[in-house]
């Protein structure tokens, strides 16, 4: 299990959510958090995205990243 571990934070997605510094029930706290906001983000209006300086096509593929892609600098 540890290896599984080791060599899936090696993988290219898994770099801003660590299994080892955040509590599980954060953890979980922030995925549900990050994929209602991708979600939301899909939800937008081209008017909407523009405000944001998004494309539609920005927005899809954001909203297709998995929860535990999260951008660096959203570490805790």
């Given at each position: 299990m540890?290896?599984?571990?080791?060599?899936?934070?090696?993988?290219?997605?898994?770099?801003?959510?660590?299994?080892?510094?955040?509590?599980?029930?954060?953890?979980?706290?922030?995925?549900?958090?990050?994929?209602?906001?991708?979600?939301q983000?899909?939800?937008?209006d081209?008017?909407?995205?523009?405000?944001?300086?998004?494309?539609?096509?920005?927005?899809?593929?954001?909203?297709?990243?998995?929860?535990?892609?999260?951008?660096?600098?959203?570490?805790?």
């Open positions: 540890t290896s599984l571990i080791r060599s899936a934070s090696r993988a290219p997605g898994f770099r801003a959510l660590s299994l080892f510094s955040v509590r599980p029930v954060a953890l979980l706290r922030e995925a549900v958090a990050l994929s209602r906001q991708r979600r983000l899909a939800a937008l081209a008017t909407r995205l523009d405000d944001l300086g998004l494309t539609a096509q920005d927005a899809r593929r954001e909203a297709a990243r998995p929860f535990w892609d999260a951008p660096q600098h959203w570490k805790a």
